[in-house]
């Protein structure tokens, strides 16, 4: 085995692996310090990881999954969730896009990168972390950024999130923490410990209630991008 310390979200975890292919996938997140927690990936659960993926996975791809899914088990102890999303940064403030998978999440990202140029900076693509730092929720990038491996070792304070739908017509409109919790929490990872996902349920919870949350029937045009942008950054800057 190998290990290498990596530092997501501000929290350290000592990784203990099998492939040198893992450490270069987590390459850019590579620190030293003391470890805020250990973990080892054993061929048991590389062996769990295949019978939920599939057989036609490797062994090296199957082992960055496991160390994911155990890093987010640990950073729950850490009030710090791993949010299947994709998330963006504009003028500092991160705006993120969630929905089913294959409904157009980087799809949507890509519009506002095309429509703001440089100013609009992608966090991650797939599966940030969000940690909930004081009264503030600050969004990560992490290795695990999706299969055009969309982001960076970056973060910045969550101002806005977005559920996203499929429409012919752009459609978007803030919604209450009613309406928004179940669809969050179908994209948040909830760990096996009880207590661990009781905590994060809280920070969910928590989360909902103090960032606007919208959600958006949107084409694949970049008028969908002018009408998120405008109605979520506009209610940023009156703030």
Request: hydrophobic share 40%; charged share 25%.
């Amino acid at each position: 085995m190998m290990d290498f310390l990596l530092r997501l979200a501000d929290i350290n975890f000592l990784a203990h692996v099998n492939f040198e292919t893992t450490r270069s996938f987590c390459e850019k997140y590579i620190s030293c310090g003391e470890p805020d927690f250990e973990i080892t990936v054993s061929d048991g659960d590389i062996a769990r990881e295949r019978t939920a993926a599939g057989e036609e996975h490797s062994d090296k791809y199957l082992e960055t999954l496991a160390l994911y899914r155990k890093i987010a088990e640990c950073a729950a102890e850490k009030d710090a969730i791993l949010f299947h999303s994709s998330a963006v940064a504009v003028d500092g403030k991160a705006y993120i896009f969630t929905a089913r998978s294959g409904t157009g999440k980087s799809t949507h990202a890509a519009l506002w990168r095309k429509l703001l140029g440089d100013e609009a900076v992608m966090i991650n693509d797939d599966k940030p972390l969000i940690r909930q730092v004081g009264g503030k929720y600050i969004v990560y990038g992490t290795p695990w950024n999706g299969k055009h491996r969309l982001g960076d070792n970056i973060s910045a304070e969550l101002a806005g999130i977005c559920i996203l739908s499929r429409g012919e017509k752009n459609e978007i409109e803030k919604i209450a923490q009613d309406g928004a919790l179940p669809r969050l929490l179908m994209q948040t990872f909830r760990p096996t410990d009880a207590e661990k996902t009781a905590r994060v349920l809280r920070i969910v919870v928590k989360m909902s209630a103090s960032v606007p949350i919208y959600k958006m029937k949107c084409n694949m045009d970049l008028s969908a991008a002018e009408t998120s942008y405008g109605a979520m950054k506009g209610e940023n800057n009156e703030t």
